[in-house]
């Protein structure tokens, strides 16, 4: 027995040494694939030696002798700390995640892949200006000499047992439409939506549904528009079985027909939108709803500084590592012989471009602009010929072509693409009629344009002609210049409709609805040198009139941020980088405030007297409110599941006879459902109720208790905090697919203070990707800080350095600090 127990010894010491040795082992072959950070290495294709400093956070600073050098010293640093990220990048528009992670990612290939993102990419490259492209090839060469430079592959591809794919110019183009996928992807179901609503409700209950406006609106032209008034009973009514077909059903009036609901099937769930995405990136369609961006400046007759100050904090997916990456340009002043610029600000890798910064002369950032940048077209097909549809000039045959998607582990998959004149066919509304999507990111003639031309304008001036036709997904720019001016528009191609406003699908077969190009500098539009001195965007409705009309609406916020910012900013007479950094930390409640009274008004003494649990949720609600979105409240998470909770009730009996007509009908993707909410709950229109109640006061009861079960059931109410709720969940792509690993490569799940309806937009998986202030010409005194790290290397010290600061608060310096390492690339 003695020696029974002696080998049982052996053979765990010998299991636990094993496994060390493994874990050992591993580490040294993962730590393989670390960048270099010290001495020389030649980089073939150089016109000039490039030095490349860190510092402290592992923030490069790259002198260059030219651009085109620049580009490729930038390819190294990006292949080197972030090629996996660039690689999903790239994948994610063209449909090609499957090759690389499997069959899990099918659905989201398929549905990329739709757009032939590749095609349009490999015509951009050609059409690209020379210049542009030599910068693309030399960033191409610079991202594979980077790979190649590594002691190992990037760690993901030995968890995945692949090698990595060279990378080429036509994949940073892809980068770029990957912004326009993530910003403007779900436009057309947008459109859809409003499609639907409209041919299955009368008129004017489309229109109090439909979201064009809210009670927060706060443009910087024009005034808030109203919301539509409550239907009247005779109208729309959901109460006594009445079912109405729809003014576009074929044969009808234009007023909706009304039936009996004899033969109506129940509504089915609204549908899951994040399906066809791949799993690392599927969120919530209100996390959903923070994607988007607020920024703001004041002229330099409000800065301490004298010049124009700009604040923006881009609202994005978080993961790991973080979508952007920090550095700072030195260049050869182009216009000064002898001097030299310094770009500082965020790059995107998959690209070599300053995305967001200052140059010493201007600052900038964006801000999604909401605009409507693709419209659905109704095919109208040839009949008797299914192959073939209406076009102004006389029946066509639809284009056909066969994709093959390769998968991992499986053979390829055959997918055929249809397409028109117009653009792919990408749905079928709710008459089964196809529809084609027209949309700005399948011009390559666009995407061929240089992104990065604002990043050398020396003025608003110069910036304000670098806009027009960018190549980015359509965007808000704020820019001010180091004279103190500041400026709005948009940044990108604005495509110039004629005969049809573009908000549902409709026809394009005789001609009479189409695009004529798009706008020319005399008609983009823009805001400039506002007389208070003061710009702000929030992807709510920023402008009225002929700018709005030119723009369009392709799903603008409720405009609470916006609402927030604008006061704010009212409130400061002159302002430095750190207030306007303090802007971006707001987390005051105001858009639940009202909320608040509801929920503690549907909870009267009867109320109250009839359950233990609704009298602790309104003790918790009347004592604890703070008038934020702390982690630390329970009160808050209380209010705003409510809210939530009696939303959903609501829309989901107002559209349940959509829903029964047009199952995959999904009302979320209005954005600014709180302006008709809040009309129903505040006047409390009978006919519009929930048949299941039998008035509003029973609905809003009936609301709070479907809020307060599901919370109680795991503890008590008290410690129910938003912070629980509101947990970061900052992972790598991996981790989300092997939650093993979360714990080497995640960042630290905490409780964080802020919500999408504060201008401190934070949720689990989305959130402000920067935070960013500057006033051109005062860089010293710039802040910037962004969640996770530089690196995209769990063994590197700079992994998840900068989290923290984001997490906290707390502002970091724009500018690096002493260099630690230099590394010198020579030819």
Known sequence: MRQFLRFLVWMAAIVVVGAGVVAIGARVMVGRSLPVLEGSLTLGGLGAPVTVTRDALGIPTVAAGSRVDLARAMGFLHGQERFFQMDLQRRQPAGELSALVGAAALNADRAQRVHRFRAVATRALALAPADYRAELEAYAAGVNAG??????????????RLTPEPWTPEDSMLVLIA???????????????LGTLAGRLPAPMFEFLAGRASDWESPIVGAPHPVPPVPAADTFEIRSGTVYLGPQQPGLPSAAKKVARAAVAP???????????PWWARLPREEEATLGSNNWAVSGARSKTGSAIVANDMHLR???????????????????PGQTRTLSGVTLPGGPQMAVGTNGDIAWGFTNSAGDWSDLVIVEPVPGDPTKYQTPDGPRAFEIATESIAVKGSPPVPFEVRSTIWGPIVARDHLDRELASRWVAHDAAVIATDPARIAHARSVDEALHAAVGASLAAQNLVVGDRSGRIAWTIYGAVPRR?????????????????????????????????????????????????MLDAIGDGGYTDGIRAWMIRDRLNALEMADERALFDMQLDDRSLFLDRWRDVFLKALDAGAVAASPLRAEAARLVRDTWTGRAAAESAAYRLVRTFRLTASRMAMEALTAQVRTAAPDFDYTTIRRLEGPLWRLVHERPAHLLDPAYATWDAFLLAAIDRTLQPLASTGALAERTWGEANTADVAHPLAAAVPQLARWLNMPREPLTGDVYTPRVVSPRSGASERFVASPGHEATAILHMPGGQSGHPLSPHYGDQQRAWVSGTPLP??????????????
């Open 498 to 546: 004629v005969g049809f406003r573009g908000d549902v699908p409709t026809s394009w077969a005789d001609g009479s609805h189409r695009w004529d190009g798009y706008l020319g500098y005399d008609e983009h539009p823009r805001v400039v040198d506002p007389p208070d001195g003061r710009l702000w965007t929030a992807n709510a409705r920023t402008v009225d009139g002929a």
């Open 814 to 827: 724009l500018l690096p600090g002493a260099a630690l390492h230099t590394l010198t690339l020579t030819p």
């Open 318 to 336: 978080l993961a790991v590592p973080n979508i952007w990456y920090r550095a700072t340009f030195v260049l050869p002043d182009e216009r000064r």
């Open 267 to 277: 509504a089915p769930p609204t549908p899951d939108p994040t399906a066809s995405l």
């Open 147 to 160: 790979l190649a430079a590594l002691d190992a592959e990037p760690f993901e591809y030995l968890a995945l």
């Open 179 to 193: 912004m326009s996928v993530t910003l403007q992807g779900s436009q057309w179901e947008y459109e859809r939506t």
